[in-house]
């Protein structure tokens, strides 16, 4: 009995050694002086490449006010929906700000930042020809959609479409023009924008209602709470000053009554 207790003791303390040795997410940051952040760029307009190839939008716009509130330097790292949450785990970025969704499941892989920063909605990105005029339509027909995206099995439980995942969002968009499917299935966010592009808006449209309204979160490394904890100050802040909705206009997304809800009770202090 006495053995199995040293034995527990020396294990206990090897794992407080070890959680000591583990740099500070936070420190780490302030030490290399740039903070990297894992967002979209392929997700027009909250995370897109520009001609010279930079990664811009309202989510880099974000990352670079967490970086400016750091005083460092700015690095940001493309990532998509099937493996945002692993490079943040493997420690390939700090902070991931790129259109994820909250969902139950994440919560037990990443750490969620509260208040919440956003909402959307899912829709699909329709060829004008195709026969489809309500949800209940899409019965036996063929979508693409992406690998990762929660709402992709929910869909095909509750309208019967056949859904056909690829990685990220240029593969689908692909393969919708490329006939191989009838319409895009994804965030309603993406569908308007890509709806604002030339190559889209003509043979295309979005003529069904959003449904599966969701939050979006952005995300640090699980028992990372100093970057937690600054990352929930700066939320709250964002709030307060309408740093959200100030975005939506400036990349042209229509506003969301999320954003304006979030910043008025932020604002009122309730």
Known sequence: MRIARMLVGALLGLLVTGAAARADVLDDIKKRGTLIVGVKADYKPFGFRE??????????????DVAKKLGVK????????????????????????????????RRKVV?????????????????KDAPVKSWADLKGKKLCGTTGAFYNKDVAQQYGPEIASFDGSDKPLLALKN??????????????????DDDWKGGYHM????????????????????????????????????RIVELEKKWSVPPTDYAKRTHEKAKSGS
């Not at 930042?113 to 060829?127: C, H, R």
């Not at 006939?179 to 604002?196: H, P, S, W």
């Not at 959003?210 to 964002?238: R, S």
């Open 111 to 127: 750490q969620v930042i509260e208040p919440l920063y956003y909402s959307d909605a899912v829709n699909i990105l329709l060829k």
């Open 207 to 242: 003529p069904l209602p959003g449904i599966m309204e969701t939050p979006w979160a952005i995300a640090v490394k699980l028992g990372e709470t100093n970057l937690q904890k600054f990352m929930e100050d700066i939320h709250k802040e964002w709030m307060k000053s309408g």
């Open 74 to 105: 700015l690095e940001l790292v493309p990532v998509v929906s099937a493996n945002r949450m692993e490079f943040l785990n493997q420690g390939k970025i700090d902070l991931m700000i790129a259109t994820m969704s909250d969902k139950p499941d």
């Open 179 to 196: 006939g191989d499917c009838i319409g895009y299935l994804y965030d309603q966010t993406f569908v308007v924008g890509k709806l604002t």
């Open 51 to 64: 001609p010279s190839g930079g990664i811009i939008g309202l989510e880099p716009d974000l990352a670079a």
